[in-house]
């Protein structure tokens, strides 16, 4: 039988960008229980921004929520409005386990 999604991967950690500038395209794949990509198509995708400092606001611009192709959601036009030098994303779908991303700087 084909491989089940138990969970969400980053395929990197974003890089670092500048307030307002939209983020290099972010990838989220679909893993299985050994963190192998499974192909599934049309499972939605939510992203959020969260950040290790308790005083940061998170204010996540773009499109949030995408279904995914080929195991895979790409997110292109992700923005952040408040600097941060400890923000990460955190990858959820319903039914799988979430992902956060490493840490970067905005």
């Not at 940061?56 to 030098?85: E, K, N, Q, R, Y």
Request: hydrophobic share 40%.
């Amino acid at each position: 039988s084909p491989p089940r999604a138990v969970g969400l991967a980053f395929i990197a950690t974003p890089p670092s960008t500048l307030v307002g500038r939209a983020f290099d395209p972010i990838g989220v794949q679909l893993v299985d229980s050994i963190g192998r990509l499974v192909r599934t198509s049309g499972v939605t995708v939510s992203i959020s921004l969260t950040s290790q400092n308790s005083q940061d606001v998170h204010t996540l611009g773009g499109t949030s929520a995408l279904v995914t192709v080929g195991g895979i959601a790409t997110f292109g036009d992700l923005t952040a409005s408040i600097p941060s030098d400890s923000y990460s994303l955190i990858a959820a779908a319903a039914g799988l386990q979430s992902a956060k991303s490493g840490a970067f700087s905005v």
